[in-house]
């Protein structure tokens, strides 16, 4: 049994820059205002039109992000209804074959991590669960079970990959729910970093969502 810590990138090759100019643009037609773009023009009209709610312009460009994750949480992204999804399937990865080292890889917990007696108790009942999984998923599949039979037995903590393409506007609206302190640790890891990397790579649009 492998177990690794989550992790998010950005799949794209971003110019913020260049989405400010291309979202003045499209928003621009709206108020029929072309004549007032500038070259330092887009970043006081994106915030604009953010600020007074009009955020249907954002919807005009995208990003896709590829992140690694146990099912619980991939569970919780895939609610986010405008998105396309392309996730690793335990329906059809067999991971007793070569390719996956003969063994199922988990996400360690983020929450048991300090060295009290009671958190490295908490992880050992956990990591004997997680073998014990191993172990009855292997032995499933040793006595014929297809890989979607002996899913079954496999654990939330399993890990997933899957990549995810939103609009501006829904990464907004995700970031919103998924960096504040209500919501689940796990999430909480792959959401802030990539908020984080979102700012820095895409001015303005991202800029008033805090945690």
Partial sequence: MKIVQPWAVIEDRIDGDEILKKLEKYGRTCYKSEHKITPESARGF?????????ETVLEHEKVTVRVVCD???????VRHRIASY???ST?????S???????????????WKSESDEDKQKYDIWKKAMEEAERAYLKLLE???????AR????????TELVMTMNLREWRHFFKLRTQAATHPQMIEIARPL???FKRRIPVIFDDITY
Avoid at 46 to 54: A, D, L, Q, V, W
Avoid at 97 to 111: L, M
């Fill in 86 to 88: 392309s996730q690793e």
């Fill in 97 to 111: 074959q070569n390719k996956f080292g003969h063994e199922i890889t988990v996400i360690a917990p983020c929450f």
């Fill in 46 to 54: 994106i915030k604009f039109i953010i600020e007074h709610g009009h």
């Fill in 143 to 149: 006595l014929g079970a297809s890989p979607q039979e």
């Fill in 152 to 159: 079954s037995v496999l654990p939330n903590s399993l890990k």
């Fill in 195 to 197: 908020l984080d990397e």
């Fill in 91 to 95: 329906r059809y990865c067999n991971y």
């Fill in 71 to 77: 099912r619980g949480v991939s569970h919780e992204i």
